[in-house]
């Protein structure tokens, strides 16, 4: 048994390594940052529906908006002509560090007879990706709501569907079918390429399952298996769910789960959202950083992981979302007094 192991497993309280040797500390600070690190890109759902950039220590990135370009028939003996392309940019920011971390007693970890640090780093991972996904969510969900930075750009669609809060099972199921179609509609009418994705609730992900063979009949065949609890496509969009699907305003701090000063939005009444990667850009300071060190005046120890990150609006056309009814009022203001619109802008008639 290795000095670091043998230290996460006696009496020594987690994380805590004054006897250690320099060396064996270092050992100790890269055994606990790759377990965070594996936890994080284990429970990251949103990883490849987004477009990312790292910085080296730049603050801010810059993304540029190009619009079409023209083709005509030439004649013989003109000039040839230039087109005029649209041009417009837009910069992603790193937000202030996201951070976790606990404080370790020394007097009571020497009481425990287990060892709890590989359930805390599990936790931290865990935290930092719940709370790194919704943030994309967010984004993605703002997209959905914007028009285009460029004039001759298409802006995001909402898609409303009452029925999806219907008093029957049937009718919520078919409603989101119906929608989830209508989505993949309105992406390809706005040209947009790549892997179209769906994500919702897993209350709405399992009606699906259990109403399959309704869907069977109506679309086509490809939604999945009851005994293996899958869904695999509606319309040819792959449907996924993640438990931290923003529903509720995340601009009220009393929603402390979802609360965000950076990319809050109002998010009551969204069902799913359905897209590509290219609707929201990440800027990544690096990956999780862990440091651990000893605490002489209260007695114990720290552990702190955090991440660098910024996000934001990259193109509006590429962003749907599904909703159960009306956009609350007041959203658009909210997000444009705290400056959350990125590379789009908002609806003209906005409340």
Same mark, same amino acid.
């Given at each position: 048994?290795? *000095? ?40 990251? &759902? ?6 990312? =950039?790292?910085?080296?220590?730049? *603050? ?25 392309? $649209? ?35 599990? +936790?931290?991972?865990?935290?930092? &990706? ?8 967010? +984004? ?14 298409? /802006?995001?669609?909402?898609? !409303?569907?009452?029925?999806?809060? /219907?008093?029957?099972?049937? +009718?919520?199921? *078919? ?12 992406? !390809? *009418?706005?040209?947009v390429t790549g892997q179209i994705f769906c994500i919702t609730d897993p209350d709405t992900y399992f009606e699906i399952i259990e109403h399959r063979e309704l ?17 695999? =496509? !509606?319309?040819?969009? @792959? ?25 809050? %939005? ?5 069902? &799913? ?6 609707? #929201? ?6 990956? #999780?950083?862990?440091? %651990? ?22 193109? @509006?056309?590429? $962003? ?15 997000? =444009?007094?705290?400056?959350? %619109? ?8 906005? $409340?």
């Amino acid at each position: 048994m290795d *000095k670091v192991t043998n230290v996460l497993n006696s009496g020594s309280r987690t994380g805590g390594f004054e006897d250690l040797e320099a060396n064996d500390k270092a050992l100790l600070i890269e055994q606990v940052s790759g377990e965070i690190l594996a936890s994080f890109e284990k429970n990251v &759902a949103m990883e490849g529906k987004y477009q990312r =950039k790292n910085t080296n220590g730049a *603050k801010s990135v810059r993304f540029e908006h190009i619009g079409g370009i023209g083709a005509y028939y030439h004649n013989a003996g003109e000039h040839i002509q230039s087109s005029t392309i $649209a041009h417009d940019k837009s910069e992603l920011t790193l937000d202030r560090p996201l951070v976790t971390s606990f404080f370790t007693d020394d007097f009571q970890e020497t009481m425990v007879h287990y060892n709890a640090r590989g359930e805390y780093t599990r +936790k931290m991972g865990e935290v930092l &990706a719940q709370k790194y996904d919704r943030n994309i969510q967010m +984004k993605f969900i703002t997209a959905a709501r914007l028009r285009n930075v460029l004039d001759e750009g298409d /802006g995001g669609s909402v898609i !409303i569907n009452t029925d999806l809060a /219907g008093d029957t099972l049937e +009718k919520r199921v *078919k409603a989101f079918a119906n929608s989830v179609i209508e989505a993949r509609k309105e992406l !390809i *009418k706005k040209n947009v390429t790549g892997q179209i994705f769906c994500i919702t609730d897993p209350d709405t992900y399992f009606e699906i399952i259990e109403h399959r063979e309704l869907l069977k009949d109506s679309y086509g065949g490809q939604v999945g298996s009851y005994s293996e609890g899958e869904v695999f =496509k !509606i319309g040819g969009v @792959p449907i996924t769910y993640h438990n931290y699907l923003p529903q509720v305003d995340a601009t009220n701090e009393a929603n402390k789960e979802f609360y965000d000063k950076y990319h809050g %939005i109002n998010c009551t009444g969204t069902k &799913a959202i359905v897209g590509t990667s290219e609707a #929201v850009g990440v800027l990544r300071g690096g990956d #999780v950083t862990t440091k %651990i060190w000893d605490d002489s005046g209260r007695m114990g120890s720290w552990t702190r992981a955090s991440i660098a990150c910024g996000m934001g609006v990259l193109r @509006p056309e590429c $962003a749907v979302e599904i909703r159960s009814a009306a956009l609350p009022t007041g959203w658009a203001k909210i997000i =444009k007094e705290n400056g959350r %619109i990125g590379a789009g802008r908002l609806p003209r008639d906005y $409340a």
